[in-house]
């Protein structure tokens, strides 16, 4: 069974449009992340959510929000896609344990983002 | 910043060979260090995660080291099969919690 739900699978959207991305988790996990991957490049971290607590990155673009409602669901927010924002859009979960400590991040099967 | 290279960017064996993929990362202050497999168009799957007061971790055909010293990882895949075909990325966590940064990745072609 799906684990780290990611919807939809394919998203068109057009330049300046808002978009908005979704991530689900059935692992009660405290801990939710957004990573941008573009084409042959390695997955870098927009933002993460350790319990209601949001932690931007600094380089993130002010373009790029995001939502965790509760527990399970977080949303990725992107209010005025430009062409350079097309890329696959990659949700994890982790448990934070005490400290610093935490467990394996789990990945949904991510959001490929087109931009016309 | 945390900087995280790995090497080679592309690996093409054959089957049944045991084979090293190396990571290497500049900050030795990291806490701890995952290996991933991603399969083309795919999301991530962890293989091992090396906690912070670990030195290797094994599953299966796979073993991974992390020497903080050196600021080296290694991923040992034996008797590599065509399955395993796939990117393989490392990513280091800081102590803030998870705050992960990735390699570039190693392409792994096994060929029957």
């Known amino acids: 069974d799906a684990m780290v739900i990611q919807n939809p699978r394919y998203q068109v959207t057009q330049f300046g449009k808002p978009v908005t991305l979704s991530c689900s988790q059935t692992l009660n996990h405290n801990v939710m992340y957004w990573y941008q991957q573009k084409s042959s490049q390695a997955p870098k971290l927009l933002f993460h959510?350790?319990?209601?607590?949001?932690?931007n990155e600094a380089d993130t673009p002010d373009n790029f929000q995001s939502r965790r409602p509760n527990t399970s669901f977080c949303f990725l927010d992107i209010r005025s896609p430009g062409l350079g924002d097309a890329a696959m859009y990659l949700c994890?979960?982790?448990?934070?344990?005490?400290?610093?400590?935490?467990?394996?991040?789990?990945f949904g099967s991510g959001t490929q983002l087109s931009v016309l | 910043k945390q900087e995280v290279t790995q090497i080679p960017a592309a690996l093409s064996v054959p089957e049944g060979e045991n084979l090293v993929l190396n990571c290497s990362f500049t900050?030795?202050?990291?806490?701890?260090l995952q290996w991933f497999r991603q399969d083309p168009g795919k999301g991530l799957t962890s293989l091992l995660l090396i906690q912070s007061s670990q030195r290797e971790q094994t599953s299966g055909r796979l073993n991974a080291s992390l020497d903080k010293s050196s600021g080296r990882s290694t991923l040992y895949i034996a008797a590599s099969q065509p399955g395993d075909s796939a990117t393989y990325l490392c990513a280091g966590g800081n102590n803030a919690g998870n705050m992960l940064t990735f390699g570039g990745g190693t392409r792994l072609m096994v060929k029957p």
């Open positions: 994890a979960t982790s448990r934070r344990t005490g400290g610093a400590d935490y467990e394996k991040l789990f």
């Open positions: 900050d030795s202050a990291i806490y701890n």
């Open positions: 959510y350790y319990d209601k607590d949001f932690n």
